[in-house]
């Protein structure tokens, strides 16, 4: 077999990344209009009136290449979350950070873990790097976390060969998430050769006392990647931009791996905007608290079970009816996410929306059910 048939083999076996289905498209297969997206988990508040204003300014200079090093955005970051700008590599959304970690730790010698129901993207840099996948059990469905991550399992996985291993607090698609003392007493057991990427998507809308803030922990443990994104609270999921927290050594080598300019001139401008508008994060924070309470409470009263959550979804059991109750939504204009990709077959994971938006999926739902 020649080197391409080769490489073709591997390209091929890999699973593509299925996105939730754009508005646009749902609209113009079915004929309609106006309908509501939660299958994304995007902020349904928008942006943030302030990035409206700088993406206006921005604009007027995009026929010139970005700022490669992204220092203004990186210093802003430095000083809110008390890190030094040498710790932080930006990425065109989060997902580009897990794959800058890949490709430089994992390779076909190499083993990546991590949890069985937890976010694809990991899956796809491992195989896409031809490393080994090694898997961990999922916390079973009567679990205090129920399909949560498994340290014990995840702790029993590694082995000579393993240089990553990601973790997911609060998970996606699950919502379930990792208290401070196990987490920390997981870290301090691993092995300081190995890369532990904790991936803090939904870090803003954790209201949990005992849900940590992973960047205390870096001085102590230079094998620590905490990342980040601008897609979820700050709303600015258009414009990808992520970044991770690192040691000094691991961010070099992050800055030597990633291609050059890869956050554009908006995004770096509406991110640094984004992240001084606080009254917007509190207030998305705030909203989505007041959505989940409603989710909650509408799914009891009906008996229908959904798995705790810490981040800005519900993932909602409807056992053998989901995939009839999703064609059912979507063909009445709302879109949510199957997570039969995940090997949850008989879950929908709903975003929090606002309350018409909630309030209209509900009623669609009662017709369905």
Not at 134 to 151: E, F, K, N, T
Not at 276 to 298: I, K, T
Not at 335 to 351: C, E, T, W
Request: charged letters at 20%.
């Amino acid at each position: 077999m020649s080197v391409i048939d080769s490489a073709l083999v591997q390209i091929r076996q890999l699973q593509p990344y299925s996105p939730g289905k754009p508005v646009e498209e749902l609209e113009r297969e079915l004929g309609i209009s106006n309908a509501t997206k939660l299958a994304s988990n995007e902020n349904p508040l928008g942006f943030s009136p302030r990035v409206a204003e700088v993406l206006a300014r921005a604009s007027e200079h995009v026929e010139l290449y970005p700022d490669a090093n992204a220092y203004y955005l990186k210093q802003r970051l430095a000083q809110q979350l008390d890190v030094e700008q040498n710790q932080i590599t930006i990425g065109n959304g989060s997902n580009d950070v897990l794959d800058l970690v890949a490709r430089s730790f994992l390779d076909g010698s190499t083993a990546a873990v991590y949890s069985q129901y937890a976010f694809m993207v990991y899956a796809m840099v491992t195989q896409a790097c031809s490393a080994t996948a090694r898997v961990a059990a999922a916390a079973g469905p009567d679990a205090g976390q129920p399909y949560g991550h498994s340290l014990d399992a995840m702790r029993a996985l590694i082995s000579d060969n393993t240089a990553v291993i990601f973790i997911a607090n609060p998970n996606n698609p699950t919502g379930t998430w990792l208290e401070s003392n196990e987490l920390k007493a997981f870290i301090e057991q691993v092995p300081e050769h190995i890369v532990i990427v904790i991936d803090e998507a939904y870090f803003e809308y954790v209201e949990f006392a005992q849900y940590p803030n992973s960047l205390q922990w870096l001085d102590q443990h230079p094998n620590l990647v905490v990342t980040r994104t601008f897609s979820k609270i700050y709303g600015i999921a258009g414009l990808r931009i992520g970044y991770c927290v690192s040691s000094p050594e691991l961010c070099d080598l992050f800055n030597r791996v990633r291609q050059p300019f890869n956050g554009n001139t908006l995004a770096l401008a509406a991110a640094q905007v984004a992240l001084d508008d606080e009254d917007f994060v509190e207030h998305s924070r705030r909203c989505n608290r007041q959505g989940l309470e409603y989710m909650r409470a509408w799914f009891d009263k009906r008996g229908i079970a959904y798995i705790p959550s810490a981040g800005n979804f519900l993932t909602v059991r409807f056992g053998e009816s989901s995939a009839r109750i999703y064609q059912g939504l979507l063909e009445r204009g709302i879109i949510v996410r199957p997570v039969a990709n995940y090997d949850m077959a008989d879950f929908l994971r709903i975003s929090v929306g606002t309350k018409p938006q909630l309030e209209r999926m509900f009623a669609v739902l009662e017709e369905i059910l």
